[in-house]
Every structure is written in C-alpha cells, then in structure tokens.
C-alpha cells in the first residue's frame, strides 16, 4: 500500500509522515533520499537522523529503492524531491530519462507485497514560476512524478499549514 504526502516547503509532511509511520509500526523504516552535496547539507542530514531515536530502522539511498526490501514494513520515502534531483543531475539534467528511471523504481517498490510505504514529497509548482529554463524543468520533472506515483496510491494527503487534508482514499 502507497500513501503519498505532498504539499509545499515546511508544510508538516515529513512531521505527519513519521507520526503515521509510528502509529502503524513500532519499527518504522526510514529512507532517505538525499545526497551529501557539500558540508552544510551534510549537517542536515546527520541532524535529521539523529532526531530519530532507536525506534527507527534509517537506510540511506540516493537512487535504486528498488534495492530495499519493504516487505513486512512500514516505511517513509523522504523526498521525491531531493530523490529526483539525483536522477535530474545524472542524467544532466535530462526529464525523460530521469521520469522513466524513476518510474521503474516506483513500479518495483509498488510490486513488493505486505507493505507500507509513506511516500514524501513537494508540491513545486504551486508557488512562483521557475526562473531557470532547468528549473522549470525540474518543476515539470516533479510534477508528472507526482502524478504517477498519486495514482498508483491507495492514500494521498496534502498538507496545508501542518493541516492533513485527505484528496484520494
């Protein structure tokens, strides 16, 4: 089963997401998605993980979640965003190659049976139109992601002001 949070920056997903995680497992999986691009982001991401207590079961991977086996779990995927990014810069930047890669990977992860997986992601193009013609590239990358992996969800939430409001399930 997918559930997809989405909604904007600082909206509370990841906060809803890890509060569902908990009420539905006592041994959540958490999967980050981000790469380490300098030392600043390097320090976000060891200040996220250790505000997760021994509760959690933390794997990191930038790319191949289909590597992960979900089965029997209940798991976050934090984010699509800085998931897509990955696949956005390897391909240099290239949103056809990047879209279909990132598709296998969501269709490998929706076949894995006995599962749970909490989706994070953002809602980009709801705020101010891209500068960068890679921007706006990007800004269309996440949004037809967002599409495919709403529609292969049994749950999608989006977060308003720390606000859940329900829009499919």
């Known amino acids: 089963m997918i559930t997809l949070i989405t909604g904007g920056e600082r909206s509370g997903k990841s906060n809803y997401a890890e509060n569902l995680a908990k009420n539905l497992s006592e041994n959540p999986m958490y999967v980050a998605t981000a790469r380490k ?4 982001f390097k320090l976000r991401v060891d200040r996220h993980q250790k505000n997760r207590d021994a509760q959690w079961i933390n794997i990191e991977k930038e ?29 240099k930047n290239d949103v056809e190659l990047s879209l279909e ?14 599962t749970t997986i909490i989706i994070v992601t953002n809602e980009i193009g709801m705020g101010v139109h891209a500068e960068t013609h890679i921007g706006r590239k990007f800004t269309e990358l996440q949004g037809w992601m967002n599409q495919y992996i709403a529609q292969k969800a049994e749950t999608v939430v989006l977060m308003v002001s720390g606000i859940p409001v329900k829009i499919k399930g």
Do not use: H, P, Y
């Open 37 to 40: 691009w300098d030392e600043d």
């Open 101 to 114: 890669q990132s598709k296998i990977e969501i269709d490998a992860i929706a076949k894995q049976e006995n």
């Open 63 to 91: 790319k191949q979640l289909s590597e992960i086996d979900f089965s029997g779990r209940v798991a976050i995927v934090d984010c699509v965003t800085l998931w897509l990014t990955n696949f956005f810069v390897d391909t």
